[in-house]
């Protein structure tokens, strides 16, 4: 099956951006749908971003304007760009495909918004 391995998390000032890559282990071209998820503490996983295989984007209203989702297939990799960040944007974060939401996660990578 299919692996995928996030990175790029860490602590940044509100305001400030950060970028996170989620590697797939094998070729995501004819994967339809590819997101990122978020879980804080003490609360339910959620999506916050979501592409297609035909580069079709859709986001949470909670991050709509702030972060953008973007693919690279040659790469089998998956973008999250995030600016303007909030400490509410404070969780860790995965990524999966859809299919895979219904398999398992992996270890995600945390995401602290913080002064």
């Known amino acids: 099956q299919l692996q995928l391995v996030e990175s790029g998390g860490g602590l940044v000032q509100p305001g400030g951006s950060l970028g996170l890559s989620c590697a797939a282990s094998g070729n995501i071209d004819s994967i339809y749908g590819m997101g990122w998820y978020r879980q804080a503490p003490g609360k339910k996983r959620e999506l916050v971003a979501h592409?297609?295989?035909?580069?079709?984007?859709t986001y949470a209203d909670s991050v709509k304007g702030r972060f953008t989702i973007s693919r690279d297939n040659a790469k089998n990799t998956v973008y999250l760009q995030m600016n303007s960040l909030k400490p509410e944007d404070t969780a860790v974060y995965y990524c999966?495909?859809?299919?895979?939401?219904?398999?398992?996660w992996g270890q995600g990578t945390q995401v602290t918004v913080s002064s």
């Open positions: 592409i297609t295989s035909s580069s079709i984007t």
């Open positions: 999966n495909t859809d299919l895979g939401t219904m398999i398992g």
